[in-house]
């Protein structure tokens, strides 16, 4: 009986509990039913304030008590879509999620116009700013970038793709409203050098300038030059692609007095005259990536005159010779990393890699696509480079089991190493097997000599080592190391409908970052292989989405 009496006192309390859910529930629905686009002072927030308040056993939920700082911290640490479904609980959440959203991505459809008020005064804390169009789609014209400008005087950071509708004019206002624009990405958009010029006239900030596709530049002789205006000393970081007219921008690079990185990718015109004239001025630049561009072993010599250059990228640049490679390696003694991609011209080999080996011993990462170097140029580096700590080697007729086997043996401080499409068996991997003590991870791919009991065996042997092994039909190398270069992958766009309140679930989330970080992390795989590598092996830039 007493039992029975306990029994039936638990059953009823349990009734009350779920009607006290019950009407907790109810009221958490109804929050969430309100519109996202609405912004409410404090009076309306402590009336309208229903789910965060809600009691269970007369204990208060302590959430409600928690600053609003300390909230909008929790929120930085979700991604975008639980940050929408969060600020569907109540509307101080609604609020605080709003306000503390600081980067957005859009479709900038032409659309997006009437939304612009409602979207900006939810989220009035954004300071970077993502803005892209389908490319068979219109895009928003001048009136809404300038309305954008105006909602967002702090904006620090542009990224616009396929806004084909903005013209020199609009990215005039734009300039001069935000003022603070410390990096503007550009891609497939219309404006030209009057609307670049009047973002560096405007911008005294800007550190960062990307470039692809400006369409508005047709002729460079009548195109006025394109030059650092008030980002003179400011300028850090320049990247051109796929600019028919990229040689409009010589004054811009040759002027900006701090200008540390460099990035030039199939941008037609002869660039050996820009690197002399840059040598006298260039005491500054540690980073420069070149590909697929008309530079010879004369630009290599002047790039050589750049004493701090750490890296260097020469990718599918065939009129350069191990005489380019040699001068570089002569003077730029502080150089970490070096990737080149020979396009098997057969233009570097042994010799400008035995000058590496010799003039920089603080190499760190060395990638080869389509070069040949052999046992002797390897164990120079291996002997030399003591600190060489991510090496691929990629396409390369010349590396098997000798080869291998000397990286094992010398390589004391390497911890990565891929070897694609290259004549190894499964003897280069029971060398590696007894040597390279600090490897912690193997990548071979392409090599149709290494059977998969050879990569089982290395496995078992070194287990500490990551043994990532395909063994797929050898195909010619199409590696680029700007596939999905940081400044095309910084910003993934989702689709998203003009109607306000969808605009909320494509604002960008803080875990997004790593999402997008941990899914490009297959090491040198398909086209990707060296910007694969570069990302991987380097932290990547990762491009990604914050909240």
Same mark, same amino acid.
């Given at each position: ?6 029994? #039936? ?71 975008? #879509? ?244 040699? #001068? ?22 042994? @010799? ?10 603080? &190499? &760190? ?15 120079? &580096? ?31 401080? &390497? ?57 797929? @039909? ?37 875990? #997004? ?35």
């Amino acid at each position: 009986m007493g039992q029975s009496a306990s029994s #039936a006192a638990v059953a009823s309390r349990r009734e009350r509990d779920q009607g006290q859910r019950s009407v907790n529930v109810s009221k958490t629905r109804s929050a969430a039913s309100v519109s996202p686009m609405v912004t409410y002072s404090a009076g309306e927030e402590d009336s309208e304030n229903l789910s965060v308040e809600a009691v269970t056993d007369g204990i208060a939920d302590y959430i409600s008590d928690l600053p609003n700082e300390c909230v909008a911290s929790v929120f930085q640490f979700l991604g975008s #879509a639980d940050r929408n479904r969060c600020s569907l609980v109540c509307r101080r959440w609604l609020q605080i999620e709003g306000q503390s959203r600081h980067r957005l991505s859009l479709n900038a459809e032409s659309d997006l116009l009437p939304a612009i008020p409602s979207l900006f005064s939810r989220f009035d804390s954004v300071t970077k700013l993502a803005l892209k169009c389908d490319r068979r789609s219109v895009s928003i014209k001048d009136d809404a970038l300038v309305l954008i400008s105006q909602r967002c005087p702090n904006l620090t950071r542009l990224k616009l793709r396929a806004c084909r509708e903005l013209t020199d004019a609009g990215m005039e206002a734009f300039a001069k409203n935000c003022k603070g624009l410390k990096k503007l990405s550009c891609g497939s958009c219309t404006f030209g050098s009057k609307g670049m010029n009047a973002v560096l006239d405007n911008c005294a900030a800007l550190e960062e300038l990307s470039v692809k596709r400006l369409r508005g530049i047709t002729d460079a002789a009548a195109a006025e030059p394109i030059g650092p205006g008030a980002a003179v000393s400011s300028l850090r970081t320049v990247c051109l692609k796929e600019l028919y007219n990229g040689q409009c921008f010589g004054t811009l690079i040759l002027g900006a007095k701090n200008l540390k990185t460099l990035k030039l990718f199939r941008c037609s015109g002869d660039w050996d005259r820009l690197f002399q004239l840059m040598a006298a001025r260039a005491a500054n630049i540690v980073e420069v990536h070149l590909e697929r561009l008309q530079i010879s072993d004369v630009g290599l010599q002047a790039i050589a005159n750049y004493s701090s250059l750490e890296i260097l990228h020469l990718v599918k640049t065939p009129e350069c010779s191990d005489i380019g490679l040699v #001068a570089i390696a002569d003077r730029c003694k502080l150089l970490r990393k070096l990737h080149i991609d020979g396009w098997k011209a057969n233009r570097i080999g042994d @010799e400008g890699l035995i000058a590496v080996a010799k003039g920089c011993p603080n &190499l &760190l990462e060395l990638v080869l696509i389509g070069v040949n170097p052999t046992k002797a140029s390897l164990e120079m &580096l291996a002997s030399n480079c003591q600190n060489l700590e991510r090496l691929a080697l990629c396409g390369s007729d010349s590396v098997g089991d000798p080869e291998i086997s000397c990286i094992a043996a010398k390589c004391v401080a &390497l911890k990565k190493l891929c070897i694609k499409s290259c004549p190894v068996s499964d003897h280069g991997m029971e060398a590696l097997a007894s040597g390279c003590p600090n490897l912690v991870k193997v990548k071979v791919k392409k090599c149709k000599l290494v059977t998969p009991e050879g990569g089982d065996w290395l496995r078992r042997t070194r287990g500490s080592i990551a043994v990532n092994l395909d063994t797929g @039909e050898a195909e010619l190398q199409e590696a680029s190391a700007s596939d999905g270069g940081v400044q095309d992958n910084g910003l993934e766009f989702p689709p998203m409908p003009a109607q306000i309140a969808a605009a909320a679930a494509t604002a960008s989330g803080s875990t #997004a970052r790593s999402s997008s970080f941990k899914s490009r992390l297959g090491l040198l795989s398909g086209r990707s292989l060296v910007a694969s590598t570069l990302r991987r092996w380097s932290g990547g830039s990762t491009s990604a989405r914050h909240g």
